[in-house]
């Protein structure tokens, strides 16, 4: 019988104290996945760069980024921008820049931040000349977003040199090569409305999943609640925590899908396997 779930003890690291770490080599993304995904969802991106103020740091905060096949991300930004001034000014000289990329649980659980990537490479302005091509790969990624030739708005490549992720699945290093040649999850554009939606609506069946814990089930059926983390094509990964106020250890659960759901209709299949197997009596 199908009986998914994978207790994954707390520990402590960088991302936040406490954050509990999954140990599991079971089904996951790769890192250059897990970037990918990143710079192409919702999350927070401050583009930094270097020395383009004195004494410290320009930042900038891009309203949309998109990854071309080839790897290169294109940022649209302010014009008025420290990136978008540094860019325009350099004279063919390399412009160091950094994103930093920040992923936080679009639910309410301890430890909120999933993780954090940093993208460095080169930043160039994107010649006007060029706008035409890269206008259908923006409209696709960023439909709210204000056209690349907008008044105001200055169009960024950003040619990928190195990249380093830290999240709920460890820390790792990406490599140019692999960060092209990855994708982005495919429920990623549906994973906070799905998780959000899990939390509000489906809360008792999300707790349910207790029973697949083997020996925990009963200390987190009884004293603990179940918090939908985080969402991909591999499974869903639950946290466990006290109450407000209560005491108790916090640790992950990841509860691996049979195959990975590369849609949403196949994610509901997945997800009515998986409260299904947890509504099965436990054969003696």
């Known amino acids: 019988m199908f009986r998914p779930g994978s207790p ?3 520990t402590e690291n960088d991302t936040g104290a406490g954050q509990p770490r999954p140990v599991e080599d079971a089904g996951r993304p ?5 970037v990918r995904t990143l710079v192409e969802s919702s999350v927070s991106v401050v583009l930094a760069i270097p020395g383009a103020e004195p004494g410290g740091l320009g930042t900038t905060l891009p309203s949309g980024c998109a990854v071309a096949p080839d790897g290169d991300v294109f940022l649209l930004v302010s014009g008025d921008s420290c990136a978008a001034r540094a860019a325009t000014y350099a004279r063919g000289d390399d412009v160091v820049a950094v994103m930093d990329l920040t992923d ?3 639910v309410a659980v301890p430890h909120r931040i999933r993780g954090r990537a940093q993208i460095g490479g080169w930043l160039t302005a994107v010649p006007g000349a060029e706008l035409p091509g890269i206008r259908t790969l923006l409209a696709g990624r960023l439909p709210s977003a204000p056209a690349p030739d907008a008044p105001g708005q200055v169009l960024l490549r950003l040619e990928v040199g190195e990249a380093t992720v830290e999240d709920l699945w460890g820390t790792a290093q990406v490599e140019p090569e692999e960060f ?3 994708r982005p999850d495919p429920l990623a554009a549906h994973e906070a409305d799905l ?5 509000a609506a489906h809360g008792e069946q999300v707790h349910g999943l207790c029973a697949l814990l083997g020996e925990r089930a009963e200390t987190c059926a009884t004293g603990l609640r179940a918090v939908p ?5 591999h499974g869903l ?3 466990y925590c006290p109450p407000a106020g209560g005491e108790g250890e916090t640790f992950d659960v990841h509860f691996p899908f049979p195959d990975p759901a590369e849609d949403v209709v196949r994610l ?4 009515h396997r998986l409260f299904d197997a947890a509504d099965a009596p436990d054969p003696a």
């Open 8 to 10: 994954l003890p707390g």
């Open 30 to 34: 790769t890192a250059a996945e897990r």
């Open 104 to 106: 936080v649980a679009p």
């Open 180 to 182: 092209a040649a990855a």
């Open 195 to 199: 998780l959000q939606h899990l939390a």
């Open 229 to 233: 983390l985080a969402l991909d094509r």
């Open 237 to 239: 990964r639950v946290r």
């Open 268 to 271: 509901r299949q997945a997800m």
